[in-house]
């Protein structure tokens, strides 16, 4: 049973920084793409950015030059470091593995 336990969601003031985490028990071996997704009230679920396990990163459009998805060493454990967050940043965001395992979700509220 593979589990995505996530940690680091708040409130923070708009201009401000908030650091996601998600550590995973799949193997290393197992894992080629982990990513964070999105969603907020009344809206679909979005994607936010992924990382290969090449290194290879992607991210929407909308955070672009703001947040940073990034890895450990182990290959164990993914960040989200999001800075100049803005109000329409708010939503529950969810880690994902392989696009088939979810993580249970962190609030993260952009608000003054």
């Known amino acids: 049973q593979v589990q995505l336990v996530e940690s680091g969601g708040g409130l923070v003031q708009p201009g401000g920084s908030l650091r996601l985490s998600c550590a995973t028990s799949q193997s290393i071996f197992d894992i080629y793409l982990m990513g964070w997704y999105r969603q907020a009230p009344e809206k679909q679920r979005e994607l936010v950015a992924t990382i290969s396990k090449g290194g290879t990163t992607m991210y929407a459009d909308s955070v672009k030059g703001r947040f940073t998805i990034f890895r450990n060493n182990a290959w164990d454990t993914i960040y989200l470091q999001m800075n100049s967050l803005k109000p329409e940043d708010t939503a529950v965001y969810y880690c994902?593995?392989?696009?088939?395992?979810w993580g249970q979700g962190l609030q993260v509220t952009v608000s003054s």
């Open positions: 994902n593995s392989n696009y088939s395992f």
